[in-house]
C-alpha cells in the first residue's frame, strides 16, 4: 500500500520530522525561507497531509488546490496563518501544537523585559565598542524590576507563566483580559483592571493577546500615550499587535523608556527600518520558542497530529473538532 504523500514546508527537529519520514513519503522544503506561493500551491496539489509553519498562508486557495488533503498539522500555537472556517467548510482537520512552548516563551520574554530595563545590549555594545574607560556614576542607568508593576495583557498560559516568574521579583501584577482570570487573581494575586489602568500603572507592560481584529494595534500612538515615560514594553504575541511606527515615535521621543519586541510588523523587520537606529528598541528575531527541547517537542507533536489525521483519527490537537461529527 502506497504511503500518504506529504509536504513540510520547512526542516523541522529530527524528533518528529524522522517519523514523517518514516510513516509518509514526505518531501520537505530545503530552502532557509519559505517555499514561494506558486511552489506552496504546486506542492500541495497531490498531498494528503501537509505540515506548515506560521509563514505559510492556509487558505481557501490553498485547499483548493489540494483536492486529496486530509490533514494540516501547523507547526506553531499560532494559527493565524490558516483560515480555519475555509479548512472547516471542506472537511479538513487543522492542527497546533499548545503547550509545549508555554514556560519557554514565558523565559524569553522575561529574558527580553529584564535586557531592556537594564539596558544589557547597550551594555555589550558599549564595552566592545571601547568606550568602557571607567566605572561612571552615570552610566547606563536603567529601570528597576524588583518590587515594579508588571502588567499583562492577556493572561492565557503564556501571560500566567510570566506573571508567576514576577511574584519572584515581588512584582505587582495587573492584567487586562476578555474575561477575569480567578487563579491569576487567587494564585499569584493579580489585579483586574481596564485597558486605561492598564497602560496608566504599567512599569512594565508584557504584551499575551492573540492576533484578533479587535487586538491589531493594541498598542497605537493612543495607548503609548497613556503609558509611563519609565514603561518598558514587551511584545511576544504577534507582531501587529503594536503599530510599529507609532512604536518608533513613542521611542524616538522618549515617551516610553524602552521596547522587547520578540515580533514586529512587518516580520522579518527589514534591515533599513529605522527601529534599529534606536538603542531603546530591542528586537530579536521571532526566537520565543527556540530551545533544543521545546522545538523537538513541537515536531513531535505536530506528527502525531499528521499521522493520526492522515489515519482519518481525530488529532490530538485539532483546531476544528466538530468536522468529525458530521
Not at 507563566?161 to 487573581?185: K, Q, T
Not at 523537538?296 to 468536522?323: K, S
Request: proline residues 6%; hydrophobic residues 45%.
Amino acid at each position: 500500500m502506497a504511503k500518504p504523500k506529504v509536504f513540510v514546508t520547512r526542516i523541522i527537529p529530527d524528533r518528529g520530522l524522522k517519523r514523517i519520514l518514516d510513516h509518509t513519503d514526505a518531501t520537505v522544503w530545503q530552502d532557509d525561507l519559505p517555499p514561494p506561493r506558486a511552489v506552496l500551491l504546486e506542492r500541495a496539489h497531490d498531498c494528503d497531509g501537509l505540515v506548515t509553519l506560521l509563514t505559510d498562508k492556509v487558505d481557501g486557495e490553498l485547499f483548493d488546490a489540494a483536492p486529496h488533503l486530509k490533514v494540516v498539522a501547523n507547526y506553531a500555537v499560532g494559527f493565524d496563518n490558516i483560515d480555519v472556517m475555509a479548512a472547516t467548510q471542506r472537511g479538513i482537520p487543522v492542527t497546533n501544537t499548545p503547550g509545549v512552548l508555554t514556560e519557554t516563551t514565558a523565559d524569553l520574554a522575561f529574558t527580553l523585559l529584564m535586557t531592556a530595563a537594564r539596558r544589557i545590549a547597550e551594555g555589550r555594545d558599549y564595552a566592545k565598542s571601547g568606550q568602557w574607560k571607567t566605572w561612571g556614576p552615570m552610566l547606563l542607568l536603567g529601570q528597576d524590576i524588583y518590587g515594579a508593576t508588571l502588567g499583562i495583557a492577556g493572561i492565557g498560559r503564556i501571560g500566567f507563566a510570566v506573571a508567576r516568574r514576577a511574584r519572584g521579583f515581588n512584582m505587582r501584577i495587573l492584567y487586562h483580559d476578555a474575561v477575569r482570570n480567578e487563579r491569576a487573581e487567587s494564585e499569584l494575586g493579580a489585579r483586574f483592571v481596564s485597558k486605561q489602568e492598564l497602560l496608566a500603572q504599567s512599569d512594565f507592560l508584557s504584551l499575551h493577546v492573540p492576533l484578533a481584529p479587535d487586538t491589531r494595534h493594541f498598542i497605537d500612538q493612543a495607548a503609548l500615550a497613556a503609558m509611563k515615560p519609565n514603561a518598558v514594553l514587551v511584545n511576544t504575541s504577534r507582531g501587529p499587535v503594536v503599530d510599529t511606527m507609532a512604536l518608533y515615535e513613542a521611542l524616538k521621543a522618549r515617551r516610553i523608556f524602552a521596547a522587547a519586541l520578540d515580533v514586529t510588523d512587518p516580520e522579518p523587520l527589514p534591515a533599513d527600518h529605522p527601529l534599529y537606529t534606536l538603542d531603546n528598541a530591542l528586537i530579536v528575531p521571532h526566537i520565543a520558542s527556540a530551545s533544543f527541547e521545546t522545538r523537538n517537542r513541537m515536531a513531535e507533536i505536530a506528527a502525531d497530529n499528521l499521522l493520526a489525521g492522515l489515519a482519518g483519527q481525530v488529532p490530538p490537537n485539532c483546531l476544528n473538532p466538530d468536522i468529525f461529527k458530521k
